[in-house]
């Protein structure tokens, strides 16, 4: 049994915890503190979506790949990287690497068909291989030369020349590139 002093305090602790249940789901802040907005989702502005070709450009690639794929000619050794793909507009180029596993002279041709000049690259870490290089090359022919080459990563890029206010040195579209490197030299 307990007694009248006992009752009061188990009445008090029964208050208080239906108090504190009852607030529990409160929120308080002072006045200095920043109010949550309403809806706290975030949401950024859609991204614009990439231009699409149309497909006569499309299909003007894809011709001119072949006539850079044919231009690049057989290889003649073991390759080690080849890649193609369109030079012309925003964000394209050609650009791969590959690691050489024996130091020697190496074979690189590229071609380019449908742009008027590209830009080619070809580096290699300068402390252990060949410091970068470059060269623009006329579409109009294929271009090879031999380099030495050291073991450790290979890089090759080759992109559309542009003027200084970035515009492209054709306007037409359809302009792309291939290259490759044999092993031998």
Do not use: F, W
């Amino acid at each position: 049994m307990v007694g009248h002093g006992g009752t009061r305090t188990v009445a008090l602790l029964l208050a208080g915890l239906l108090l504190a249940a009852g607030l529990s789901g409160c929120q308080y802040t002072d006045a200095g503190d920043p109010r949550p907005a309403a809806g706290t989702t975030r949401s950024s502005p859609p991204r614009a979506p990439l231009p699409t070709k149309d497909q006569a450009t499309v299909a003007l690639e894809a011709s001119n790949l072949v006539t850079a794929r044919k231009l690049l000619g057989a290889a003649s050794g073991a390759v080690i990287l080849e890649d193609s793909g369109t030079v012309g507009g925003a964000g394209s180029g050609v650009g791969k690497s590959a690691r050489i596993e024996d130091a020697g002279s190496y074979t690189l041709t590229a071609a380019c068909v449908g742009a008027s000049d590209v830009h080619l690259v070809i580096a290699q870490d300068p402390r252990i291989g060949l410091a970068p290089q470059d060269q623009t090359i006329d579409c109009a022919t294929s271009y090879s030369r031999v380099v030495q080459l050291q073991p450790g990563s290979v890089n090759v890029q080759i992109l559309e020349m542009r003027d200084y206010s970035g515009a492209s040195a054709t306007s037409t579209g359809g302009g792309v590139a291939a290259v490759r490197i044999t092993a031998g030299g």
